[in-house]
C-alpha cells in the first residue's frame, strides 16, 4: 500500500512564499514514474498546477511559470513545491499525486493554502 502525505501549507500574505512537501511511501522496490501537484480552489474544478518525471522534466501550468519550482527527491520519494511571489488567486488546496511505473496514480489528501491580500 502507498501513503502520499502533504505538509508545508498555511496562511501567507500575497507576495510571500511557501514551500510543499510530499512523501510518497512504498514497499521496497516501487518507483514513482510521475509526480505532480494539481491544486482545487472553492467552487472550481481540480487543475494541474506542475509535474515532474523521475529524471526530471518538467512541466508547468500558464498561471504558475516563473514562480513556482518544482523539484523532487527519488532516494526519498518526495516530492516538493517551492511557492514565490504567492497571489490571493493561488489560494486552494493543493494535492500531490504519484503515479508507478505500472500505472497506478495514488493521491494524498491535500494541504491548504491560503494567500492574504
Known amino acids: 500500500q502507498v501513503q502520499v502525505v502533504e505538509s508545508g501549507g498555511g496562511l501567507v500574505q500575497a507576495g510571500g512564499s511557501l514551500r510543499l512537501s510530499c512523501a510518497a511511501s512504498a514497499v521496497s522496490g516501487s518507483i514513482f514514474s510521475f509526480m505532480a501537484w494539481h491544486r482545487q480552489a472553492p467552487g472550481k474544478q481540480r487543475e494541474l498546477v506542475a509535474g515532474i518525471t523521475r529524471d526530471g522534466r518538467t512541466n508547468y501550468a500558464d498561471f504558475v511559470k516563473g514562480r513556482f519550482t518544482i523539484s523532487r527527491d527519488n532516494a526519498k520519494n518526495t516530492l516538493y513545491l517551492q511557492m514565490n511571489s504567492l497571489k490571493p488567486e493561488d489560494t486552494a488546496v493543493y494535492s500531490c499525486?504519484?503515479?508507478?511505473?505500472?500505472?497506478?496514480?495514488?493521491w494524498g489528501q491535500g494541504t491548504q493554502v491560503t494567500v492574504s491580500s
Open positions: 499525486n504519484a503515479k508507478t511505473l505500472y500505472g497506478t496514480t495514488y
